[in-house]
């Protein structure tokens, strides 16, 4: 979801109506299986637990605070700006050099465990000057979208920026993660990680001087020798707000994107900027507590509601569902449909909510995706999506509930009712045993999203050298250019040429 409205038309077609609604929490099992074990066990390091009583912070401000005050400080960035001409051909005579030594030396060598990722150490005024400028002022709650959303909870909930960056650049011996390590030599690396927090100079700098920092960061990436020997094909750009480096971005769209979603509707992205291929679609950080077994435990006899939402009714795109639901479930038993934003006390009345209810109801808003679905994991209140376009982060299987079942009167209400409390309870379960997929923290967790992000890019690894190698010989102008429009939209419209095949 984002802070501003977009006026376009969208049409959803009818879907067969399900018999059975499989909530989201069945992506999890699945998604496990099919993302950390799809490598064999021998290709992977092996992990340690930490003693999970270590404390960890998996809030936004006061882990910022403490990264501010404790190790900003202790950073020695060394600026890998670049005077002058520098020649990217030496780059790729070291980086052919190293895999054929790599191969050589192990036929089986497991390429991309761990991954090795290079980390630009920019100037300040791309990292650590618009981190204090979010510290500095997210007191201040009148700062707001023009649909009243407050602009420090917004950047708090796509700040995967910050939580990837400070995981990667602590030291080595504060590290949990095993399937990602830093690299200090570019020809070492096999992803290039751009640390431009681009959410909070869109919402905390003045408009043209946040359109000037874009053209000042893309220069200072693209001038770059592991840029130009790639075109960009290994570099990650985390961009998790709709609104992120928008002005700019068309110039960086061979880069592997940290995404909230797709927006197949192709309402924020242009047409060839984003896939599933290429790019990566990440969780946004819960703006709730999480509800753990013990929580869950005691939240269970409070628990009278059966399916609740809080949050703005009037939105565009798909989110247009909303008003729609709205006046379907309004006024129905055990069911709670509120206005509300995000803010400080929006955040206590929602998570109390979700606390008290069954099932929370997870509509489209702007954009396919909100945080409403993370904080309801978090919260053990199962999830129930209306969202025909969504795309979901760490994907597996998943059944959602179409838009056209959804309003028809009584479907969805006496679908809820109709599960058992066995049922309940076991998504519950599961519910408080993934939750932790979905929890950023300091430091970063084994099986957290940081962990998982990088187990997804690894896959992307094979796929990004064949085609960097391949750019390096094709003919520029030629027609021989390899494209990557394989990826569909996630759309529910039949297929135009089903009668011809049939």
Known sequence: MVGKHQNHHHHTPHRPRSKTLIFTLLLFSFSLLVILYSFSSSALPSVSYPNQSDRTETSFVPSLEKFLIHKAPKLSIRDDTVHGER????????????????????????????????????????TLDLLWLFHNTYKETSNATSNGSPVHRLIEQHSVDYWLWADLISPESERRLKSVVRVHQQHEADFFYVPFFTTISFFLLEKQQCKALYREALKWVTDQPAWKRSEGRDHIFPIHHPWSFKTVRKFVKNAIWLLPDMDSTGNWYKPGQVSLEKDLILPYVPNVDRCDAKCLSESAPKRTTLLFFRGRLKRNAGGKIRAKLGAELSGVKDVIITEGTAGEGGKFAAQGGMRRSLFCLCPAGDTPSSARLFDAIVSGCIPVIVSDELELPFEGVAVIVSSSDAIQPGWLINHLRSLTPSQVKEFQNRLVQ?????????????????????????????????????????????????????????????????????
């Open 87 to 126: 020649d990217d051909r030496k780059l790729d005579e070291m980086v052919f050099e190293r895999e054929n030594r790599l191969l050589n030396e192990d036929p089986v060598y497991p390429v991309g465990y761990p991954v090795k990722v290079y980390v630009y150490e920019m100037p300040k005024k791309f």
């Open 434 to 502: 993934y939750s932790r997929h979905f929890l950023y923290s300091s430091p970063a967790q084994p099986l957290g999203p940081e962990d998982l992000t990088w187990r997804m890019i690894a896959g992307k690894l094979v796929n990004i050298k064949l085609h960097t190698r391949r750019s390096q010989r094709v003919v520029k102008g030629s027609r021989s250019i390899c494209r990557c429009d394989c990826w569909r939209p996630n759309s529910t419209a039949s297929n135009p040429l089903s009668p011809l095949l049939s």
